[in-house]
């Protein structure tokens, strides 16, 4: 079974950077599509980052140059180093496969002013 594992989330002042790391198993990070999502508050989800299989990324025009996806193949885990976080950025932020359909829990991220 696929299975993806948020950690990381947490309380961080605006400004203040986060690191995000999804630990996947049933898949492996070198051969899949993976990404970053993010929901807020009485929003939809929307993407954040993604990271192809080849190692190429892509970002949400809200964080290019703030964000950055990373994976390491080895420990089959990507990651979502976030910079310069703003309050609006606040959500729940999911690991996902997204050609597969398959979501993490998700992981907290709170940025106050």
């Known amino acids: 079974q696929v299975r993806l594992v948020e950690s990381g989330g947490g309380l961080v002042q605006a400004g203040g950077s986060l690191r995000l790391s999804c630990a996947a198993s049933?898949?492996?990070?070198?051969?899949?599509?993976m990404g970053w999502y993010r929901q807020a508050p009485g929003k939809q989800r929307e993407l954040v980052a993604i990271?192809?299989?080849?190692?190429?990324?892509n970002y949400a025009v809200s964080v290019k140059g703030r964000f950055t996806v990373s994976r390491d193949n080895p420990k089959n885990t990507i990651y979502l180093q976030m910079n310069s976080l703003k309050p609006e950025e606040t959500a729940v932020y999911y690991c996902?496969?997204?050609?597969?359909?398959?979501w993490g829990q998700g992981t907290q991220v709170t940025v106050s002013s």
């Open positions: 996902a496969l997204p050609l597969s359909r398959k």
């Open positions: 049933g898949i492996s990070t070198s051969l899949n599509d």
């Open positions: 990271i192809s299989s080849t190692g190429s990324t």
